[in-house]
């Protein structure tokens, strides 16, 4: 079954609005998350790494600000996508590391209109 | 930073057929992933490679890692119609782990027609 989650599976929001995604891992603690963006037929980017009780690390290009991190347990991440935009409209999908192997979650869709 | 090309984009065969999907990168990788998005989910790990040489085997999958640690294939054989979804080969950074951060290859997009 899964082992990670992911809520919610997908949204739809207007412009403006910020909204929030979590990503859970349901039987194990992961210190460190990932945060991953798809754009439609295109590969699966990494936004940043989230490590619990820290501040996450954002790759080049991606924005701290728009892009907020909380990882405040061991069991979940949560990104904040704040004053959403079209071009933010993707398919976020999240990673959690266990001791020697990282699961995906099955991804959050965003619309933003 | 690394960069992963994978080829062929795109497949359609016929059920029943061979395929075989490689990727390919300028600089060395330690480790060499393969992974399977069906739409709308997030990938599934399929077959991981630890060792230049490695050749290891999944069912009907089969994945090597290429001597030189700058290439990788994917033969699936005898395809069936629940193979379509998009494959992706994903490594980590120079000095990462297989369970850390991952680079992925632009994906192979597979069409299995009955």
């Known amino acids: 079954g899964a082992v990670v989650s992911q809520h919610p599976s997908w949204v739809i929001c207007k412009s403006g609005t910020s909204v929030k995604i979590e990503c859970r891992s349901l039987d194990f603690q992961a210190t460190t998350m990932f945060w991953y963006r798809q754009f439609p037929k295109q590969s699966l980017m990494l936004m940043a790494t989230?490590?619990?009780?820290?501040?996450?690390?954002?790759e080049q290009g991606v924005e701290k600000d728009k892009f907020l991190i909380n990882h405040a347990s061991l069991t979940l991440s949560t990104l904040t996508v704040t004053s959403a935009h079209p071009e933010d409209s993707s398919f976020y999908i999240c990673?959690?590391?266990?001791?020697?192997?990282?699961?995906f979650g099955p991804g959050t869709r965003l619309l933003v209109l | 930073g690394q960069q992963l090309n994978q080829s062929p984009q795109s497949m359609f065969i016929q059920e029943g057929e061979d395929v075989s999907m490689n990727c390919t990168s300028s600089?060395?990788?330690?480790?060499w992933l393969w992974y399977k998005q069906d739409p709308g989910e997030g990938p599934v790990l399929l077959i991981a490679?630890?060792?230049?040489?490695e050749l290891t085997s999944n069912g009907r999958l089969t994945a090597q890692f290429g001597i030189t640690r700058k290439d990788s294939f994917l033969n699936i054989s005898a395809s069936i119609p629940s193979d379509v979804g998009i494959y992706f080969c994903a490594g980590p950074p120079a000095g990462g782990t297989s369970y850390g951060k991952l680079t992925f290859g632009q994906g192979t997009i597979l069409t299995v027609h009955p």
């Open positions: 600089s060395i990788f330690n480790t």
């Open positions: 989230s490590n619990e009780g820290s501040k996450a690390t954002y």
């Open positions: 490679l630890y060792k230049a040489g």
């Open positions: 990673s959690a590391r266990s001791r020697d192997r990282t699961y």
